[in-house]
């Protein structure tokens, strides 16, 4: 399996899991159906989020790299309520997200809210965004339509990575004891994660089980605290959609209590 996505890549699986998203959404008893993993919203209302979500993120990466902020919402971000005009709004709406980014390419820059996080200001960084967006947002709708759903492997095993890189470093310090931690998927890849007084930081490993160095004078099997699991999990765990207890925890649980608990300014 190809260790890193390419934007051709990223185009097609965020097509394929807005897909798996209209299924989901065709099969569902009822819109009204409260969702399990978001409690505040009905079905109807995550299919407003998505569906406007991605209208505005074509409208921001179209914006180009001026762009100061999230495009605001259209007047036809607006998702209607007769199904088969709905499941229609939802696949214009991914068209629109693909469109503009192939329209930009990958390495124009965009706004995003990550800029102080190792991933890229670039739109092959907006393109993986909007994909694990999609991703466990299609669980979370296939959840609600009683067919949960593993995250395919090669969405999960990118997902880690990409939730870690994007959401978990920053330049921010680390308000606690330095910790370094390991994330293990089962289908053979692995991560190690920094946080200290210069911020947090991600490196995966090699086969080998090598990294490169985390500049605090630690070594690299030093480990404060571990997960592992499979990848499906372990991104629905980090995304908060099923209990980090689902996974294997080795020693630690309180450097993952912490991080769960952290909010650096983005």
């Known amino acids: 399996m190809q260790e890193t996505l390419q934007f051709p890549d990223l185009l097609r699986l965020i097509d394929e899991r807005s897909t798996a998203f209209r299924a989901a959404i065709a099969a569902a008893p009822s819109l009204d159906a409260q969702v399990p993993t978001c409690p505040e919203w009905t079905l109807a209302d995550l299919v407003q ?30 998702a209607p309520r007769e199904r088969e005009a709905l499941l229609a709004w939802l ?23 990550w800029g102080k996080s190792q991933s890229p200001l670039t739109c092959a960084g907006a393109a993986r965004r909007q994909l694990h967006e999609i991703a466990v947002h299609t ?27 994007t959401v978990c470093t920053t330049t921010e310090p680390w308000p606690h004891e330095p910790a370094l931690v390991a994330y293990h998927a089962t289908e053979g890849r692995s991560w190690h994660y920094w946080a200290d007084a210069d911020g947090a930081r991600l490196a995966r490993l090699s086969p080998s089980g090598t990294t490169a160095a985390t500049g605090s ?26 209990p980090l207890d689902s996974l294997k925890l080795d020693d630690g649980r309180g450097v993952f209590d912490q991080l769960v608990e952290w909010d650096p300014e983005r």
């Open 49 to 78: 989020h998505l569906g406007a979500g991605r209208r505005a993120w074509a409208a921001t990466i179209a914006a180009g790299p001026d762009a100061t902020a999230k495009a605001e919402p259209r007047s036809d971000a607006v």
């Open 91 to 113: 696949a214009a709406s991914t068209q629109e997200l693909l469109d503009a980014l192939r329209e930009a390419g990958p390495d124009r820059g965009c706004w995003g809210w």
């Open 139 to 165: 669980y979370d709708a296939q959840l609600t339509a009683g067919d949960p759903q593993a995250v395919p492997d090669e969405v999960a095993l990118d997902g880690v990575e990409e939730f870690l890189l």
């Open 217 to 242: 004078g630690e070594e690299p099997d030093a480990v404060d605290a571990s997960m592992e699991g499979p990848a499906s999990a372990m991104v629905l765990a980090l995304y908060g959609r099923i």
